[in-house]
């Protein structure tokens, strides 16, 4: 289990990513900007190869 660092301007401890039996699965819990997964605000899903995540100015791509 990992929780984003608090303190990277827009980002914070509401945001987890964790990981489960079939992958990875990342969460929010009703914060300010919230969870981005391929431009759908999301509270919880399993992330799948290639998908773009964005957490507050963050941008990621999710390899596996």
Excluded: P
Excluded at 8 to 33: C, H, M, P, T
Aim: aromatic share 10%.
């Amino acid at each position: 289990r990992c929780s984003v660092v608090r303190g990277l301007g827009d980002v914070y401890k509401r945001q987890v990513l964790e990981r489960v039996a079939d992958g990875w699965s990342i969460q929010d819990s009703d914060s300010f900007n919230g969870v981005w997964v391929n431009n759908t605000n999301i509270d919880h899903v399993m992330l799948s190869d290639r998908d773009i995540v964005q957490i507050g100015c963050f941008v990621l791509r999710y390899a596996e």
